[in-house]
């Protein structure tokens, strides 16, 4: 992986879009954003499997833009991370087969709710070191997608569009907002 994104990152100096002080952050970045994919696609191929690709990708929609905005807790590895986003789908997976948790769909409001409270307060919870214009942006970033997720919420019960699609966009936003709390949590522990 090291010797193909070097590759890329050298290409792309030598074409003159980034240049050769910047190959090694440029190398890094590709990394991430291969293994990010990667990740997200193999969760796709575990759905398929599952019986709940549709579902699955609803869910990571829900999900995924606040988290990359927002921010929120931060494995120590890669590895971790990973197998913590397996973890976190494999609960999701069984969740979604209890579907009787939609007659709580008024209860259950409140959690995207919660969720925008904690990515008003605390966005961007970031491992990375980012200025003061990009931390704005983020944080206006997020808290706009998380102000989406909790009108489609709000709106779903009193206009009777309460269904297994908003109860998976309610997981989403519970993941993000329990990933939210984790992080704030670790941050926390982290300066004592």
């Given at each position: 992986?090291?010797?193909?994104?070097?590759?890329?990152?050298?290409?792309?100096?030598?074409?003159?879009?980034?240049?050769?002080?910047?190959i090694?952050?440029?190398r890094?970045?590709?990394?991430?954003?291969?293994?990010?994919?990667?990740?997200?696609?193999?969760?796709?191929?575990?759905?398929?499997?599952?019986?709940?690709?549709?579902?699955?990708?609803?869910?990571?929609?829900?999900?995924?833009?606040v988290?990359?905005?927002?921010?929120?807790?931060?494995?120590?590895?890669?590895?971790?991370?990973?197998?913590?986003?397996?973890?976190?789908?494999?609960?999701?997976?069984?969740?979604?087969?209890?579907?009787?948790?939609?007659?709580?769909?008024?209860?259950?409001?409140?959690?995207?709710?919660?969720?925008?409270?904690?990515?008003?307060?605390?966005a961007?919870?970031?491992?990375?070191?980012?200025?003061?214009?990009?931390?704005?942006?983020?944080?206006?970033?997020?808290i706009?997608?998380?102000?989406?997720?909790?009108?489609?919420?709000?709106c779903?019960?009193?206009?009777?569009?309460?269904?297994?699609?908003?109860?998976?966009?309610?997981?989403?936003?519970?993941?993000?907002?329990?990933s939210?709390?984790?992080?704030?949590?670790?941050?926390?522990?982290?300066?004592?």
């Open positions: 992986m090291e010797r193909v994104t070097y590759k890329i990152a050298y290409y792309l100096s030598e074409m003159g879009h980034i240049q050769k002080s910047d090694d952050i440029c890094y970045g590709i990394e991430v954003f291969i293994i990010s994919v990667l990740e997200v696609a193999s969760l796709l191929f575990i759905s398929l499997f599952a019986g709940n690709f549709i579902y699955t990708l609803l869910f990571l929609c829900s999900f995924l833009p988290r990359v905005y927002g921010g929120g807790y931060h494995a120590d590895t890669r590895l971790r991370c990973y197998l913590l986003f397996l973890a976190v789908y494999a609960l999701f997976s069984i969740a979604v087969r209890f579907e009787p948790l939609i007659q709580y769909g008024a209860f259950l409001m409140i959690i995207p709710v919660l969720s925008l409270a904690a990515v008003t307060l605390w961007p919870l970031s491992g990375k070191t980012v200025n003061e214009r990009e931390r704005k942006k983020y944080r206006r970033v997020s706009g997608f998380a102000t989406a997720e909790a009108v489609i919420v709000i779903s019960v009193p206009l009777d569009f309460y269904n297994i699609y908003t109860y998976i966009i309610i997981l989403g936003t519970l993941t993000m907002l329990l939210m709390i984790a992080g704030k949590l670790k941050n926390t522990l982290r300066r004592k």
